[in-house]
């Protein structure tokens, strides 16, 4: 065999193996995929959105419960989340852009976002949930807006540095001060961009699950109150699947099948705001 | 007047900016405080001792360290091959017309909510696992399955962008050389974006260490160290989940506030050498 002849049939292989595990790779998602459509689909039903929690046994046990709660938890989460990101990243892009102390709320705020999500909940259980003797959905919100800071930040920081400085420039040069600067142009200029970070990132809290296992904890009634446990989708489906019974277990896929196409319809959302701007310039 | 808006905006974005790094201060701070009785009660025995007994206010965290780390041990070599086979896949060997389709769909996967990757490991992994092994199922095998299936989108598709840095002349030459695709990717891609390559991995090790959800459904929560992989066990995750909200004393509470300060610490680490040794940060452009 020719040292040619050798090469050709090593890269065949490798080439082989590498087809062959992106077809395992992906076989394995598509399967979860698959899973989680024909259950949901299957699961789905008028009543999950009209019925609340059931004790088990009973067929007409619903979600409203879980889907109301986990609207009021990321609802308010992104209300302070969205705000506070924003407001950072724009001074860490317009204020400071090449600081040293910049640099270093760059590095933690990346850190952050991969952090381990039950560690926050830890965190807010001991400041929130302890105090206060109980569960609550105020504490779920904090451990979610917590999660969403630094997500929205970066993106926010990333998306202002793409304006051109010339734009500011014009601006400063008709006499605008700052703030108006920042607001009337800057933030016009990266609108897209902002808008995809704060969709990505409400995304990544509406599926987090662990930071409210002992923050929001559950409640398997309908609860508007913030003050009081509250349901949410991811610990409501935890709970069901967990559980012995089959219809609880089918609700769990009803919830996951919900949440799932939430989020990613978010993600996809998130991506056209980006491809459109792309295209615009 | 609009001088004062001025003022009050910047200051209003500095304060809130700064306000991060006291936040991950507080957390640090807030979660050793109540770790403090604790560490005072068993000091490095806790990370020593493999005895876990509420009932006996005895904790030792071995059990769920080691299950932390098997855990993740196996999801990595599982998940690193089919994560590297998929970006060399989607870099040099997919159609032009797939590279966007198939890209994007293991984006979206990398997005799907942890606990829907436990509930498909829980209702059918486990169940093959308990035919193939026997036993219940629920184990330490199955964790780092499902664990590894679940970072396996996020992995691959940082694996890729690591790779894709590589620029096209570099390729082209090598290829105008008479090099087969596999010479290129091993002497030409790998050795470019070796660094980039190694902090992907890293980033998702980080990633894994922390992951509760996709394991909590299929470990057990067992604190007994067993080689036997087939057995049910647990992780430091695992275990905040399970506990957290049940535990009745204070010396409980307080072991496992230092099993979260413990888990912050060690992901806080692997994450920083990820980002700071291996991928320096670039700009989305």
Redesign the interface.
């Known amino acids: 065999m020719t040292h040619t002849q050798k090469?050709?049939i090593?890269?065949e292989i490798?080439?082989a193996?590498?087809?062959?595990?992106?077809l395992?790779?992906?076989g394995?998602?598509f399967?979860?995929?698959s899973?989680?459509i024909i259950n949901g689909i299957d699961a789905l039903s008028m009543s999950i959105f009209l019925n609340e929690g059931a004790p088990p046994g009973n067929s007409d046990g619903g979600l409203k419960h879980a889907l109301i709660g986990q609207l009021y938890l990321v609802g308010y989460a992104s209300f302070f989340g969205i705000p506070?990101g924003v407001?950072?990243g724009?001074?860490?892009s317009?204020?400071?852009q090449k600081s040293k102390?910049?640099e270093?709320?760059?590095?933690?705020?990346?850190?952050?976002m991969?952090?381990?999500?039950?560690?926050?909940?830890?965190?807010v259980?001991?400041?929130v949930v302890a105090p206060s003797g109980h569960?609550s959905g105020w504490a779920g919100t904090i451990a979610l807006s917590?999660i969403m800071?630094?997500i929205i930040?970066r993106t926010t920081d990333?998306?202002l540095?793409?304006v051109p400085s010339t734009l500011r420039e014009a601006a400063f040069a008709l006499g605008a001060?700052?703030?108006?600067v920042?607001i009337q142009v800057v933030y016009r200029g990266a609108k897209a961009g902002i808008l995809t970070g704060i969709l990505l990132g409400v995304?990544?809290v509406?599926?987090?699950?662990?930071p409210l296992?002992?923050t929001s904890?559950n409640d398997n009634f309908l609860n508007t109150d913030m003050s009081q446990p509250m349901a949410s989708l991811?610990v409501t489906?935890?709970n069901y699947?967990?559980s012995p019974y089959e219809d609880w277990?089918q609700l769990?896929?009803a919830a996951?099948f919900i949440?799932?196409m939430f989020?990613?319809t978010l993600?996809?959302l998130g991506?056209l705001f980006l491809l459109k701007k792309r295209g615009k310039r | 007047m609009s001088i004062f808006i001025d003022k009050l905006f910047a200051n209003t974005t500095r304060f809130i900016a700064f306000g991060i790094l006291l936040l991950v201060a507080w957390i640090f701070s807030v979660l050793f405080e109540h770790s403090l009785e604790s560490i005072k009660a068993f000091g490095f025995l806790f990370i020593t001792e493999d005895k876990w007994a509420p009932n006996l206010e005895k904790f030792g965290a071995l059990p769920a360290i080691y299950g932390s780390v098997i855990s993740t041990f196996l999801a990595m070599i599982l998940a690193v091959p089919l994560a590297i086979g998929i970006a060399i896949f989607l870099s040099e060997i997919a159609h032009a017309k797939l590279k966007g389709p198939i890209g994007v769909s293991i984006e979206l996967l990398a997005a799907i909510p942890s606990v829907v990757y436990g509930m498909w490991g829980l209702f059918y992994f486990v169940p093959i696992i308990r035919d193939i092994f026997g036993g219940v199922g629920i184990s330490m095998l199955s964790a780092g399955i499902v664990l590894s299936v679940m970072i396996l989108p996020f992995m691959a598709a940082i694996t890729r962008d690591a790779m894709n840095t590589t620029p096209d002349i570099l390729k082209e030459s090598a290829y105008a050389l008479g090099g087969t695709k596999w010479d290129v990717v091993k002497d030409i891609i790998i050795p470019y974006a070796k660094a980039g390559i190694i902090g992907s991995f890293i980033l998702a090790l980080g990633r894994a260490i922390g992951e509760t959800m996709a394991v909590t459904f299929v470990m057990g929560n067992v604190h007994k160290i067993s080689t036997d992989l087939t057995q049910p066990a647990t992780s430091i995750p695992v275990t905040l989940a399970n506990e957290f909200a049940e535990a009745d004393s204070a010396l409980y509470y307080s072991s496992l506030f230092e099993l979260s300060l413990l888990l912050l610490v060690v992901s806080f680490t692997i994450i920083s050498v990820a980002k700071f040794y291996f991928l320096r940060r670039k700009r989305v452009i």
């Not at chain 1, 193996?17 to 992106?22: C, E, G, I, N, R």
């Not at chain 1, 760059?106 to 850190?111: A, G, T, V």
């Not at chain 1, 001060?177 to 108006?180: I, L, T």
């Open positions: 090469r050709i090593i890269n490798v080439m193996l590498s087809t062959l595990s992106a395992i790779g992906m394995f998602l399967w979860i995929l899973v989680l506070l407001l950072a724009t001074y860490l317009e204020y400071s102390v910049a270093i709320i760059r590095d933690i705020s990346d850190i952050m991969s952090a381990p999500s039950i560690v926050i909940g830890a965190f259980y001991a400041i569960f917590i800071l630094p930040l990333d998306m540095q793409l001060p700052k703030y108006k920042i995304a990544r509406a599926g987090e699950t662990a296992l002992f904890f991811t489906m935890y699947a967990t277990q769990g896929w996951a949440l799932s989020i990613l993600n996809i991506r």
